[in-house]
C-alpha cells in the first residue's frame, strides 16, 4: 500500500479486462464495459482511470450507398464508485474521447506484412 497526500493507493484484486468494441458507430451508445462483482463496502470509495487506442477500417458498399470509417480513437476515462451500503455502490464514469484521422495506418500495416495478414481497405 502507498500512502499518497492523504490517498491510500493499493493493487486491486482480480477483475474483468475492461474493453469493449471501440468502434465509433458504436461507441456513442454508451454501453458499459464488464466491471468486478464486488461491490465496494459501505463508505469506501475507489477511482480507476483507462486509456484506450484504436484503430478503425471499415468500407462498406450497399446499393446507391458507401460508408467509410477510417481513423483512430483515443478514449480516456474515470471511473468513480461508491459503497452506500446493503450491497449497493453509486459509480459513474466520464470518458474523453477524440477521433482523428490515425497515425497508426503505418505500424500496422507493417504488422499485417510481417504475419502475412490481409490489409483489409485502409485508405491511404
Known sequence: MLLLGGFSV???????????DQNPLTLIYGLPVPTSADVETNGSFTVDWSTDISNTSIGEITGDELLIVDGETY?????????VGNG???SARLPFIAYTPGSLDR???????LLGLPQGNRLE
Open 10 to 20: 493499493t493493487a486491486g484484486g482480480a477483475a474483468p479486462f475492461q474493453t469493449r
Open 75 to 83: 478514449q480516456t476515462a474515470v471511473t468513480t464508485a461508491f459503497g
Open 88 to 90: 449497493w455502490e453509486l
Open 107 to 113: 505500424p500496422i500495416e507493417s504488422y499485417h506484412d
